[in-house]
């Protein structure tokens, strides 16, 4: 069951290096693509959804958290990297 919109979608990456930010969005592009079509709404500005994005030095895995968000125009932040 998809959520009330608007959402905010935070997409963490974890591998053994760090990205720079646009490889960072880059490398989570199918993921925003999917959860937007599961969300059935497109990933444009005018979109109901705030993506933010991060990044943790580990193994390779992504974690996606999905949560209610406030109304308002489609951001995407991107988070540094963290150390874990």
Do not use: C
């Not at 592009?29 to 999917?34: N, Q, S, T």
């Amino acid at each position: 069951m998809v959520p009330a919109l608007p959402l905010v979608v935070s997409i963490v990456r974890s591998g053994p290096r760090l990205l720079d930010d646009d490889n960072l969005a880059g490398s989570a592009k199918h993921l925003r693509d999917g959860v937007a079509a599961w969300a059935g709404v497109d990933d444009s500005p005018t979109s109901p959804v705030t993506w933010r994005y991060g990044q943790v030095r580990g193994g390779y895995a992504v974690t996606i958290e999905i949560r209610p968000g406030a109304p308002g125009r489609s951001r995407a932040f991107l988070g540094g990297g963290g150390e874990r």
